[in-house]
């Protein structure tokens, strides 16, 4: 049995009623392709929560990890394990759902959450990129400058941005008349793939939205930037090779996964879309959606050794609990 958006197109001439509900494509091919989409998202999803959650563990559990590197990034697994719960329990309904339908309030409320945790994690990675620097260029005042206190107030500033940036322009283009097809070709409800739905085009809004957006990446990714060449300039004035590498190892995973997210984010939210097919918005969101939560816990643990200590620490004391 072949999956195709034919099967659809009676809900395309629902013209004259507005819409309830939204249709979401998810990826085409068969039945067996569909369960094996099924498997392979389930699998990655159950392994970022194990993964990510097993960051957290490690940082509360080891007294070594109670460092403002691994508090911000306790909070980062945190949000990380939100970010993905935004889209792939709905991608999982969706590839197993016959009707392949969300409802109106549902589709939204993904819509805000998934913006709202996204640009909070663009924040978040700008403030680890200000610890590392404060940790590698101003190492004697680090400790002052660094403390606890400001810890949670960036950390909570972080949420408040992401959380409340998004609720205004959500329930604006919610408030725009969909009076025609309710078919969205994607596996999430995003910004363009909505407002091309809308009887009304609403152009200010859109780019409001956009500016929104690109504001927030190039921003912080101008910041992260900055950081890392002034980082850069410092390690290399570090006299020993053992102390380079050290740097290296403790920025090098963070500058990997900046990499992977903003890399994908900009291409789809900062450069514009008409010229990439459908196919490739997809390929593009699933990276930073669903690909960069699964790979952030392997970047941090296999090149930190106090992480790969400390989850083996957590690893142990959970062996120990289940013998006795």
Same mark, same amino acid.
Not at 144 to 166: E, H, K, P, Q
Not at 206 to 215: P, R, T
């Given at each position: 049995?072949?999956?195709?958006?034919?099967?659809?197109?009676?809900?395309?001439?629902?013209?004259?009623?507005?819409?309830?509900?939204?249709?979401?494509?998810?990826?085409?091919?068969?039945?067996?392709?569909?369960?094996?989409?099924?498997?392979?998202?389930?699998?990655?999803?159950?392994?970022?929560?194990?993964?990510?959650?097993?960051?957290?563990?490690?940082?509360?559990?080891?007294?070594?990890?109670?460092?403002?590197?691994?508090?911000?990034?306790?909070?980062?697994?945190?949000?990380?394990?939100?970010?993905?719960?935004?889209?792939?329990?709905?991608?999982?309904?969706?590839?197993?759902?016959?009707?392949?339908?969300?409802?109106?309030?549902?589709?939204?409320?993904?819509?805000?959450?998934?913006?709202?945790?996204?640009?909070?994690?663009?924040?978040?990675?700008?403030?680890?990129?200000?610890?590392?620097?404060?940790?590698?260029?101003?190492?004697?005042?680090?400790?002052?400058?660094?403390?606890?206190?400001?810890?949670?107030?960036? +950390? !909570?500033?972080?949420?408040?941005?992401?959380?409340?940036? /998004?609720?205004? =322009?959500?329930?604006? *283009? $919610?408030? #725009?008349?969909?009076?025609?097809?309710?078919?969205?070709?994607?596996?999430?409800?995003?910004?363009?793939?909505?407002?091309?739905?809308?009887?009304?085009?609403?152009?200010?809004?859109?780019?409001?939205?956009?500016?929104?957006?690109?504001?927030?990446?190039?921003?912080?990714?101008?910041?992260?930037?900055?950081?890392?060449?002034?980082?850069?300039?410092?390690?290399?004035?570090?006299?020993?090779?053992?102390?380079?590498?050290?740097?290296?190892?403790?920025?090098?995973?963070?500058?990997?996964? +900046? !990499?992977?997210?903003?890399?994908?984010?900009?291409?789809? /939210?900062?450069? =514009?879309?008409?010229? *990439? $097919?459908? #196919?490739?918005?997809?390929?593009?969101?699933?990276?930073?959606?669903?690909?960069?939560?699964?790979?952030?816990?392997?970047?941090?643990?296999?090149?930190?050794?106090?992480?790969?200590?400390?989850?083996?620490?957590?690893?142990?004391?959970?062996?120990?609990?289940?013998?006795?």
């Amino acid at each position: 049995m072949s999956f195709s958006p034919l099967r659809y197109l009676d809900a395309m001439n629902r013209s004259a009623a507005y819409v309830t509900e939204f249709v979401l494509l998810g990826f085409p091919g068969s039945w067996k392709i569909q369960i094996f989409l099924f498997v392979l998202f389930l699998v990655f999803y159950v392994l970022t929560l194990l993964g990510n959650g097993a960051i957290i563990c490690a940082v509360r559990c080891d007294s070594r990890l109670h460092t403002p590197m691994y508090f911000l990034l306790g909070n980062f697994a945190f949000l990380e394990i939100w970010y993905v719960s935004s889209t792939t329990p709905n991608i999982l309904a969706i590839i197993l759902s016959k009707t392949k339908a969300i409802s109106f309030s549902g589709c939204f409320l993904q819509f805000y959450f998934f913006f709202s945790l996204g640009t909070t994690e663009c924040f978040l990675l700008a403030v680890m990129a200000y610890d590392r620097y404060l940790a590698i260029c101003r190492p004697l005042h680090y400790p002052t400058i660094m403390t606890r206190r400001l810890c949670c107030i960036l +950390v !909570s500033s972080c949420w408040l941005i992401g959380f409340l940036a /998004y609720p205004i =322009p959500v329930f604006s *283009i $919610s408030q #725009l008349p969909f009076c025609g097809s309710n078919i969205i070709d994607h596996f999430l409800c995003d910004m363009d793939p909505l407002m091309a739905l809308s009887c009304d085009p609403a152009p200010i809004i859109k780019l409001i939205l956009y500016v929104q957006n690109s504001l927030s990446l190039f921003f912080t990714i101008v910041y992260i930037l900055r950081s890392y060449i002034l980082l850069l300039r410092a390690i290399f004035q570090v006299p020993s090779a053992a102390g380079r590498r050290k740097a290296f190892s403790t920025c090098g995973s963070h500058l990997v996964v +900046v !990499s992977l997210f903003y890399g994908t984010v900009m291409i789809m /939210y900062m450069s =514009p879309t008409y010229g *990439i $097919s459908t #196919l490739m918005q997809k390929i593009l969101t699933l990276v930073y959606s669903v690909i960069t939560p699964l790979f952030n816990p392997l970047i941090y643990s296999l090149r930190n050794k106090d992480m790969k200590l400390a989850l083996r620490k957590v690893l142990l004391e959970m062996r120990i609990v289940k013998n006795i």
